[in-house]
């Protein structure tokens, strides 16, 4: 069992930015694969982006590239999210999550995605 606890959420204006955190706990070693998810209001969720943590190799959706950074601290099991140049189509709960295969727990499914965390929410004013 994987225990992931997200913080870092908050209210924002457009354009401004936001470091998400996710500690994960309960596991001998951190899961390969975490990613961060997203559920905006009336919409599916996505996930946003991804880091096999095994190399620090990363995975991003093309409505993020350039603006959100997952980087990780192995040392405190901790993954992040740096949100920058936030727009008010952002605003969403997010979730971390993680799985066995990079990229495969950004698919949301439960065989690769079966940890999940309660989610932090970001609101972006315009």
């Known amino acids: 069992q994987v225990n992931l606890v997200e913080s870092g959420g908050g209210s924002v204006q457009a354009g401004g930015s936001l470091t998400l955190s996710c500690v994960a706990s309960g596991a001998t070693s951190i899961p390969s694969c975490m990613a961060w998810f997203r559920r905006a209001p009336g919409k599916e969720r996505e996930g946003v982006a991804g880091?096999?943590?095994?190399?620090?190799?990363?995975h991003y959706i093309d409505s993020v590239l350039g603006r959100f950074t997952i980087s990780q601290d192995k040392a405190k099991n901790t993954i992040y999210l740096q949100v920058n140049s936030l727009k008010p189509e952002d605003t969403a709960m997010y979730y971390c999550?993680?799985?066995?295969?990079?990229?495969?727990?950004?698919?949301?499914?439960?065989?690769?995605?079966?940890?999940w965390g309660q989610g932090t929410q970001v609101t972006v004013s315009s």
């Open positions: 999550v993680a799985g066995p295969r990079f990229p495969f727990c950004m698919l949301g499914t439960r065989a690769d995605s079966p940890y």
């Open positions: 880091i096999y943590t095994g190399d620090g190799r990363t």
